[in-house]
């Protein structure tokens, strides 16, 4: 693991060399770029905001903007990416 962050619902969101995971009730839940929109699986850094997004920071591709209350979609925007 390369990075956590725990968001306002009190879930643990953790960065690894092989994409983001969350920690549920008793499983964990991953996103790669395989089956989500995360523009790389090679995740340094997370951040959690005022408004409890969760800013993920790559190695070299870019920022992801994880929204984890939204309605279609997964929720990930891509702010920097070209």
């Known amino acids: 693991m390369r990075a956590l962050a725990v968001d306002f619902a ?3 969101w953790a960065g690894t060399d092989g994409g ?3 920690r549920g ?6 996103f790669t770029t395989t089956n989500s929109s995360l523009i790389s699986n090679d995740i340094r850094t ?3 905001d005022a408004t409890d997004r969760i800013w ?4 070299s591709q870019g920022i992801s ?3 984890t209350n939204t309605t279609g979609g997964d929720g990930l925007e891509h702010p920097d990416h070209r």
């Open 10 to 12: 009190g879930r643990l």
């Open 20 to 22: 983001l995971a969350l």
């Open 25 to 30: 009730n008793g499983y964990w839940l991953g």
């Open 46 to 48: 997370l951040a959690i």
């Open 56 to 59: 993920i920071g790559t190695g």
């Open 65 to 67: 903007i994880l929204t």
